[in-house]
Nanobody, 129 residues
Framework: QVHLVEFGGGLVQAGDSLRLSCVVS????????IGWFRQAPGKEREGVSC????????GYADSVKGRFTISRNNAKNTVYLQMNNLNPAGTAVYYC??????????????????????WGQGTQVTVSS
């Protein structure tokens, strides 16, 4: 049973940075596609970023391109989401998720929640103006 736990959320001001971590246990991370999604109050869950298991390809939502960077350290079974220049629209619960199938991860179009099988409990990010 794969288990994902997110760390690093908090309350920041607009323009600040945060780094989220997702620690995976129960299996090695090596070949899985990992995604970050977020859900703001009253809104649907939306894809933020993903990173492939082979080649470490990445995909980002248009709203975060140039500000967020996803990375992974397979030796530590951890995936990171570096979030710079945060704005209040980034206020949401951020979820880490894992896809068991070898889906692609190269663009915004690959951020499809239905592809992912296991989800963390989420971490709250609040950005004040």
């Amino acid at each position: 049973q794969v288990h994902l736990v997110e760390f690093g959320g908090g309350l920041v001001q607009a323009g600040d940075s945060l780094r989220l971590s997702c620690v995976v246990s129960g299996d090695t991370l090596d070949y899985y596609v990992i995604g970050w999604f977020r859900q703001a109050p009253g809104k649907e869950r939306e894809g933020v970023s993903c990173i492939g298991g082979v080649g470490f390809t990445t995909g980002y939502a248009d709203s975060v391109k140039g500000r967020f960077t996803i990375s992974r350290n397979n030796a530590k079974n951890t995936v990171y989401l570096q979030m710079n220049n945060l704005n209040p629209a980034g206020t949401a619960v951020y979820y880490c998720t894992l896809a068991s199938s070898p889906y692609s991860c190269t663009s915004t179009n690959d951020l499809i929640a239905g592809r992912y099988d296991d989800w963390g409990q989420g971490t709250q990010v609040t950005v004040s103006s």
